[in-house]
Nanobody, 123 residues
Framework: QVQLVESGGGLVQAGDSLRLSCAAS????????FGWFRQAPGKEREFVAS????????VYADSVKGRFTVSRDHAKNTVYLQMSSLKPEDTAVYYC????????????????WGQGTQVTVSS
């Protein structure tokens, strides 16, 4: 099984950038596809972005398209979410998730989850 640990969250101003990391241990990330999800207070967890096992196929929620980029570094066994032009509505706890085979935009499709990292964007 793979264990996931997110990092890189913090408090930033609108328009700033952040890079979230999802460090994997226990298994090589080449076995998995990954998704990033977020959950704001009082809201359901929502899909942000996903990347397939190889890294050639990425999918983004409309709300982050053009601002966020998901990538993976197999040498570092880490998946990243580069976030730019951040908005207050991006404030949430961000989660990294992994599943075998294909990526998905559905959180129920993922078997492995990190603990989350808080991102707060002030206006």
């Amino acid at each position: 099984q793979v264990q996931l640990v997110e990092s890189g969250g913090g408090l930033v101003q609108a328009g700033d950038s952040l890079r979230l990391s999802c460090a994997a241990s226990g298994r090589t990330i080449s076995t998995y596809a990954f998704g990033w999800f977020r959950q704001a207070p009082g809201k359901e967890r929502e899909f942000v972005a996903s990347i397939d096992q190889i890294g050639g196929i990425t999918v983004y929620a409309d709300s982050v398209k053009g601002r966020f980029t998901v990538s993976r570094d197999h040498a570092k066994n880490t998946v990243y979410l580069q976030m730019s032009s951040l908005k207050p509505e991006d404030t949430a706890v961000y989660y990294c998730a992994a599943r075998t085979y294909y990526s998905s935009s559905s959180y129920s499709a993922y078997s492995y989850w990190g603990q989350g990292t808080q991102v707060t964007v002030s206006s």
